[in-house]
């Protein structure tokens, strides 16, 4: 190898920023829903769940670290990226909202609730470590478009959509940011001194903020607080108080295990796309370093699951090498051990910090459609639905909660339309995983193939895996679904399936 790998480049402040700015920004969701909505103690929050969610980050970070130093070794290839890990964004809702909150609120026992939050992750990383041996076998049966297209919906209308709305609340800061980011990620403009772009729009954003904050100049009604930092030692070892929660852990699992499931699915997808990217990582080690990380975050005191980030192709544009995921590791880790995450997060205002998430979600969008066949665009394309639906349930859940109605409370078409979006969105990953496969399939012409993939929508249907008509996404058995349209749709799936077994296979498209 005529260069050295080096762990650090200068690409890595960038790509740090981007890492450790996310998973700070889930820890603090976190802590806000728990505490403001709920009413669990604050103390139990920061300093038994948070610490222990941070070392799963800190160990998975580490390990893709590694993970990456060993393949620039055997590859002899020195621009070698490391997969980065982070805290799952939808569990931090669906625990928040479908176990921790409801526990606390029907027992009033904040750590019996940190208790049920525990062994409910324990069990998702038990799951998630006998899933990982199906990876590879995934990962070679479903076509890229599938697996890139699925993720590029997240990508795009999770990560990017929403941070977009964040510039809105401060667009002097916001806008100043996202057009030193744009420049010098999107369009390589080199800024003065070869600041990296990442930092120069966070300090740039954050420094106009608080000048107009200071002259009383912020839009809105929004004015400068204090920041103090709080520094509480909480260092999260291994305990067994998880057991006490796992009887009430297991009534979770039909809401659990979907999210863990995601998760698997969306590991072979990040793999999938670092390979797309030049860094062909084992699918296998990937989904076993994040199901450990879970597994070792629960036992610890966590209450949210680790997973491999879709942002892999963006941090690799960065310049970002192995220094990113290891300095992660050691700052996130040391946040929920010192308890000083919160204070790092209040004092970057949100519209700064939301054009990486943009530009990250821009990467990965763009690379779905260029490491796929071209042919298959219009499989890439079909992914998006599933997760367009579950952001506008997001979107009409909130609205409803805000003027204090429930969706039974809908009538007419709306009500109609709502339930609708509500099934399409549930297991919205999977989902485009799905469909992404089957029509990429059609395309080559490979009908068996895209037959196998609506069979097998047919049963993730029965199961509720995807299209629970519950507003938890909550699985049920086959045989008693929350209501017949359940049926209705698995017999569609069932219909197409046969369809695309009895139509002539006309000759292949692949390689075309």
């Known amino acids: 190898m005529s260069k050295q790998y080096r762990i650090f480049a200068v690409g890595d402040v960038n790509a740090f920023f981007g890492l450790m700015l996310d998973n700070m920004s889930g820890l603090i969701i976190l802590a806000g829903i728990l505490t403001t909505a709920f009413g669990i103690p604050k103390d139990i929050v920061l300093y038994k769940m948070l610490p222990g969610s941070a070392i799963g980050v800190l160990f998975g970070d580490l390990l893709f670290t590694w993970m990456a130093v060993r393949l620039a070794k055997k590859t002899g290839n020195h621009d070698v990226t490391a997969m980065p890990l982070g805290l799952d964004t939808p569990s931090i809702f669906g625990m928040a909202f479908g176990v921790l909150g409801?526990?606390?609120?029907?027992?009033?026992?904040?750590?019996?609730?940190?208790?049920?939050?525990?062994?409910?992750?324990?069990?998702?990383?038990?799951?998630?470590?006998?899933?990982?041996?199906?990876?590879?076998?995934?990962?070679?049966?479903?076509?890229?478009?599938?697996?890139?297209?699925?993720?590029?919906?997240?990508?795009?209308?999770?990560?990017?959509?929403?941070?977009?709305?964040?510039?809105?609340?401060?667009?002097?800061?916001?806008?100043?940011?996202?057009?030193?980011?744009?420049?010098?990620?999107?369009?390589?403009?080199?800024?003065?001194?070869?600041?990296?772009?990442?930092?120069?729009?966070?300090?740039?954003?954050?420094?106009?903020?608080?000048?107009?904050?200071?002259?009383?100049?912020?839009?809105?009604?929004?004015?400068?607080?204090?920041?103090?930092?709080?520094?509480?030692?909480?260092?999260?070892?291994?305990?067994?108080?998880?057991?006490?929660?796992?009887?009430?852990?297991?009534?979770?699992?039909?809401?659990?295990?979907?999210?863990?499931?995601?998760?698997?699915?969306?590991?072979?997808?990040?793999?999938?796309?670092?390979?797309?990217?030049?860094?062909?990582?084992?699918?296998?080690?990937?989904?076993?370093?994040?199901?450990?990380?879970?597994?070792?975050?629960?036992?610890?005191?966590?209450?949210?699951?680790?997973?491999?980030?879709?942002?892999?192709?963006?941090?690799?544009?960065?310049?970002?090498?192995?220094?990113?995921?290891?300095?992660?590791?050691?700052?996130?880790?040391?946040?929920?051990?010192?308890?000083?995450?919160?204070?790092?997060?209040?004092?970057?205002?949100?519209?700064?910090?939301?054009?990486?998430?943009?530009?990250?979600?821009?990467?990965?969008?763009?690379?779905?459609?260029?490491?796929?066949?071209?042919?298959?665009?219009?499989?890439?394309a079909l992914s998006f639905l599933p997760a367009i639906a579950c952001l506008l349930q997001l979107e009409l859940a909130l609205m409803l909660s805000n003027v204090g109605k429930k969706a039974q409370a809908l009538t007419g078409e709306f009500a109609v339309s709502y339930h609708a979006t509500l099934m399409l969105g549930n297991g919205f990953i999977v989902t485009s995983l799905l469909w992404g496969g089957a029509i990429a399939a059609l395309i080559d012409h490979k009908l068996k193939q895209a037959a196998a993939f609506m069979f097998c929508s047919a049963l993730a249907t029965l199961c509720g895996v995807i299209h629970s008509p519950l507003e938890s996404g909550a699985m049920f058995l086959p045989w008693a679904p929350p209501e017949p349209f359940t049926w209705h749709l698995a017999a569609g799936y069932g219909a197409m399936t046969l369809l695309f077994l009895v139509l002539p296979t006309p000759p292949s498209t692949e390689g075309e």
Do not use: N
């Open 102 to 380: 409801p526990t606390y609120l029907a027992t009033h026992d904040a750590i019996f609730t940190w208790q049920v939050g525990m062994a409910t992750v324990v069990l998702m990383g038990i799951f998630k470590i006998a899933a990982s041996f199906f990876g590879p076998w995934l990962r070679q049966t479903v076509p890229r478009a599938g697996l890139l297209g699925s993720i590029a919906a997240v990508a795009l209308l999770l990560i990017a959509y929403l941070p977009t709305l964040k510039l809105f609340t401060s667009p002097v800061a916001g806008f100043l940011s996202l057009g030193v980011v744009l420049a010098s990620l999107v369009a390589r403009v080199r800024l003065p001194f070869r600041v990296p772009g990442a930092l120069a729009g966070i300090a740039m954003g954050t420094a106009v903020y608080y000048l107009l904050g200071s002259l009383g100049l912020l839009a809105g009604e929004q004015i400068l607080l204090p920041h103090v930092p709080e520094l509480h030692f909480a260092l999260p070892l291994p305990t067994l108080e998880f057991v006490k929660g796992i009887p009430k852990a297991l009534t979770f699992l039909p809401l659990s295990l979907p999210f863990a499931l995601a998760t698997v699915v969306g590991g072979v997808d990040v793999t999938e796309s670092a390979a797309a990217a030049g860094d062909e990582y084992p699918t296998r080690d990937v989904l076993l370093v994040e199901a450990f990380g879970t597994l070792l975050a629960g036992v610890c005191g966590g209450v949210i699951q680790s997973v491999p980030y879709i942002g892999h192709p963006a941090y690799k544009d960065m310049g970002g090498r192995a220094g990113y995921t290891l300095a992660t590791a050691i700052f996130i880790g040391l946040g929920g051990i010192l308890g000083y995450l919160s204070f790092f997060v209040e004092l970057l205002p949100e519209a700064v910090v939301a054009p990486i998430l943009i530009f990250i979600g821009m990467e990965i969008t763009a690379q779905a459609f260029e490491a796929s066949p071209r042919r298959h665009a219009r499989a890439v």
